[in-house]
């Protein structure tokens, strides 16, 4: 293809057109041989060999379990319990809370209450789900925007309550007099893989801004609310190791304004490896890093939250795959209007754009098939 532009705007118009060219599959990204080798295959470094997944081992019990009928979603424990349990290796961090939003399955509830983990809500359907699968387990509720009864809900149940603004104390003081409540604030920034699952900086709605924080500790002094628990969780599939010890450190400096300060929370997002070449998050490094921060703050106890870190390699997804096609070098499947059991049943989600934590998990974790296809929804 030949353009004639005016040489002011060339620049910023090339990136455009090769992404629309890209898009509209007129040049495939994968075609070797117009692009070459990819920057990673001549220089990345080699990928660390990793363990057999554990469904591998298990396919004839899995197709077994499909034979009985599908969709069937399969999930296996012990890979829970051991995620569970190099967590708790750590010896920096006090106390793990599991977030459900990652999977509220009664039986992984179970597992994770068994393993010594907390369980930390963001809704009071997540609070009846906890407290029903593992009522002794120690329980967070962290709302965000939520009206007034949740909160009454959650605090006359008991149940530790985590602010991130300012309206639940200026509209419903009274609620809140003479608790113990916890507060999250906003550090400025948010990480993680995706710009949806960044959780923090200015176009962010979670977390108290900074420059809130005075008013907030005037108005929770001025009805005798006491301030535990400091929190700040920036984003998700986070595979850097100094990026905890980071935030623990910003919000140890913050703790020490806050005389009835016991504990800070420094989230989850504890990432998994999304695509080839990547090396999984070193825990050995990040516990090195919360052991020299807490040697500095001894006073407060570590938490921290994680939530697809503990449960995404432990399930498997069996679904007929109905007949496929192929259509240069896709090969497609689907029937009428569904592409396959798993999607006419909801059990597959439509996944945001370019999100790479929601849609490979069908297709690379298959137990009936080793072969990827598209999963087309016409």
């Not at 807490?294 to 995404?312: N, T």
Request: charged share 20%; with cysteine; net charge positive.
């Amino acid at each position: 293809l030949t353009f004639v532009v005016d040489e002011a705007v060339a620049d910023a118009l090339l990136p455009r057109l090769h992404a629309l060219l890209l898009h509209s599959g007129a040049l495939r990204a994968d075609d070797v041989a117009l692009f070459g080798p990819s920057w990673q295959a001549l220089y990345a470094p080699a990928p660390a060999a990793q363990p057999a997944p554990w469904w591998q081992a298990a396919r004839a019990r899995l197709l077994d379990a499909a034979a009985r009928g599908t969709p069937r979603y399969i999930y296996h424990l012990p890979t829970v319990r051991a995620r569970a349990r190099a967590l708790r290796a750590l010896g920096a961090v006090d106390r793990w809370h599991y977030a459900l939003k990652a999977n509220p399955h009664p039986a992984l509830l179970s597992a994770l209450d068994a393993e010594g983990f907390g369980l930390e809500c963001v809704a009071p359907g997540e609070l009846d789900a906890a407290r029903a699968a593992a009522p002794r387990a120690p329980r967070l509720f962290t709302p965000n925007f939520a009206p007034r009864a949740d909160y009454a809900a959650a605090l006359d149940a008991g149940e530790l309550v985590t602010l991130d603004a300012l309206h639940p104390l200026q509209q419903w003081g009274a609620l809140f007099a003479g608790r113990e409540i916890g507060l999250r604030v906003d550090l400025g920034s948010g990480v993680g893989h995706h710009e949806k699952v960044r959780t923090g900086g200015n176009a962010s709605k979670f977390g108290l801004p900074l420059t809130d924080l005075a008013e907030f500790l005037a108005l929770a002094r001025g009805i005798g609310a006491r301030v535990v628990l400091l929190h700040a969780h920036l984003g998700s599939g986070v595979l850097d190791a100094t990026h905890w010890p980071g935030v623990y450190a910003q919000l140890a400096s913050l703790g020490e304004r806050i005389g009835t300060l016991r504990a800070l929370n420094i989230g989850g997002g504890l990432g998994l490896p999304q695509r080839a070449g990547e090396q999984p998050l070193d825990l050995a490094a990040l516990d090195a890093g919360l052991g020299e921060i807490k040697r500095a703050y001894p006073q407060f106890e570590l938490w921290m939250e994680p939530g697809r870190f503990l449960v995404a390699e432990a399930g498997v997804l069996a679904g007929a795959r109905h007949p496929a096609q192929e259509q240069g070098r896709t090969r497609l499947s689907g029937r009428g209007r569904r592409h396959a059991h798993a999607a006419a049943s909801g059990a597959v989600r439509r996944a945001p754009r370019h999100r790479q934590s929601d849609a490979p998990g069908c297709a690379s974790r298959c137990a009936v098939s080793d072969r990827r296809s598209d999963l087309r929804k016409r």
